[in-house]
């Protein structure tokens, strides 16, 4: 294995596990106060240009990790601009 893909691997890792905790925090407190809504946005906008980025290259790391990350970050951006009964619905329908 290539050191590129070794670091391309551990990046992929660290970008993913950053985000599962903050998910699941969300489903389980239903609690987004703390959330910064541009912060997401912005956030969204990079793995959507990251994402398609990697689809032009034909890079499946890159496609992989980016759009995992995009759904994940989505999904807590969504979970922000939700209303709180919204919210709650989603969050019990996904256990938490």
Known sequence: MALAD?????????????FVPQAWKVI??????AISTRMYVLTVTGFSLWLTYGI???ALPLIAANG???????F??????L???KR???????GG
């Open 88 to 94: 709650e619905e989603v969050a019990q329908s996904l």
């Open 6 to 18: 070794i670091v391309g691997g551990l990046a992929t890792l660290c970008s993913i596990s950053s």
């Open 83 to 85: 209303p709180r009964r």
């Open 68 to 74: 995992v990350c995009l759904l994940l970050s989505a």
């Open 28 to 33: 389980r407190t239903r609690d987004t106060d």
């Open 76 to 81: 807590i951006l969504a979970m922000k601009l």
């Open 56 to 58: 032009m290259l034909g």
